[in-house]
């Protein structure tokens, strides 16, 4: 090994142990202010706690209406991450095997879509699906799934576009023969396929649905269909914030989701890495 080499890979290591540190910090930090007091919190946040209260966790369970409040947050997550997969593969296969002119263009508009922040359509939304419509008061958790849906699809189809252009044409043509429809065609033969995209996909959609705090805080209109991020606001006041009770709320909100990350972490690498390649 050359001395260009070792002086490459010492300063590799030391690039990685620093982003190490510097993304595992704050959640240490969590941790260990989840068991202190506000006094504690405020005044020592990097210190140990001299001890350790498990008793927020309970108040903060029961206060949280925790079993309501992760049922809501998980439908929302499966269902709206579940559309979106399965609309988004199907509209991007119809894209990619009719290339139609209009076809074309409906793409290159869902592509310029994701361009358009949220804070410019969430004025124009409310009015007409709450004042208008008055959808935000009788259907909360199905309007928010629709707009999931609709502000998810665009970087899926944009995703899974390119990985289906990679499929060859000669194993749909060989299921025709056989007697399949083109909507067979699509879930018995391509669905399969795209495997290790559909797990980026739907992991990706995943931590966007469960993390999000601004559109369920604006269609959500009482706590009984309250997600978890929304739900933490109870221990926020105008004037002071409830720190020892507030820190183990996120902690229990990012537990569900970082378990599932570090779960498929591995496909979120290998379907990146495969539609790239392809």
């Known amino acids: 090994m050359t001395k ?12 990685s142990i620093i982003a190490f540190v510097c993304f595992v910090f704050p959640f240490a ?18 210190s140990l706690p001299t001890t350790w209260n498990f008793a927020h966790f309970a108040e903060v369970i029961e206060k949280m209406n925790f079993v309501v409040t992760f049922k809501n947050t998980f439908v929302i997550t499966t269902l709206s991450t579940l559309f979106i997969v399965i609309f988004s593969a199907m509209a991007a296969y119809h894209m990619v095997r009719k290339p139609t002119k209009y076809n074309k ?4 508009i869902l592509v310029a879509s994701m361009v358009i922040p949220f804070q410019t359509l969430m004025i124009p939304l409310m009015y007409i699906y709450g004042a208008k419509l008055h959808f935000i008061d009788m259907m909360p958790i199905p309007l928010l799934i629709f ?3 609709g502000f998810g699809s665009a970087l899926s189809i944009f995703i899974f576009h390119g990985f289906i252009k990679s499929i060859p044409m000669e194993i749909e043509e060989a299921a025709r023969i056989d007697g399949c429809n083109t909507i067979q065609t699509f879930f018995i033969i391509v669905f399969p396929m795209l495997r290790p995209i559909t797990v980026t996909v739907a992991i990706l959609n995943v931590l966007w649905i469960w993390n999000d705090y601004l559109l369920p805080s604006l269609v959500l209109n009482n706590e009984t269909v309250y997600t978890m991020p929304v739900m933490m606001k109870v221990f926020n006041g105008t004037y002071m914030n409830n720190w020892e009770l507030l820190i183990p709320a996120i902690l229990l909100t990012v537990i569900p989701i970082l378990i ?14 495969q539609g790239s390649i392809k």
Not at 260 to 273: F, P, T
């Open 147 to 149: 707009f999931y849906i």
């Open 105 to 108: 263009i409906f793409f290159t």
């Open 260 to 273: 599932m990350y570090i779960i498929g972490q591995r496909s979120i690498i290998n379907g990146v890495m």
């Open 4 to 15: 260009t080499r070792v002086v490459s890979s010492t300063l590799l290591y030391i690039v």
């Open 29 to 46: 930090l969590l941790i260990i202010n989840s068991f202190k007091t506000n006094g504690e919190i405020l005044t020592s946040p990097f």
